[in-house]
Nanobody, 112 residues
Framework: QVQLVESGGGLVQPGGSLRLSCTMSEFSIDLYTIGWFRQAPGKEREGVSCISASDGSTYFADPVKGRFTISRDSAKNAVYLSMANLKPEDTAAYYC?????WGRGIQVTVSS
């Protein structure tokens, strides 16, 4: 069974940066299209970004375009979501996904 673990969240000031990691056990993460979602309190879960397993193409939701990047690290069996110029509205629990498998999520709080 695919198990995903997110890490790298925390508290950051507006304008700051964080890098979230999504690691996978048992299987090669390179075989999967990996998605990142987020959910803020009182709001619906929304897609943030994904990276394709087939050709490495990437997608970013409009609110994060130009600020977030996504990348793979095959050696560490991880996918990273690098977040820059963070805004208070980026505050949410962030989840990585592979097929129908979800991690438990990691909190990102952007506040001064």
């Amino acid at each position: 069974q695919v198990q995903l673990v997110e890490s790298g969240g925390g508290l950051v000031q507006p304008g700051g940066s964080l890098r979230l990691s999504c690691t996978m056990s048992e299987f090669s993460i390179d075989l999967y299209t990996i998605g990142w979602f987020r959910q803020a309190p009182g709001k619906e879960r929304e897609g943030v970004s994904c990276i394709s397993a087939s050709d490495g193409s990437t997608y970013f939701a409009d609110p994060v375009k130009g600020r977030f990047t996504i990348s793979r690290d095959s050696a560490k069996n991880a996918v990273y979501l690098s977040m820059a110029n963070l805004k208070p509205e980026d505050t949410a629990a962030y989840y990585c996904t592979a097929d129908d498998n979800w991690g438990r999520g990691i909190q990102v709080t952007v506040s001064s």
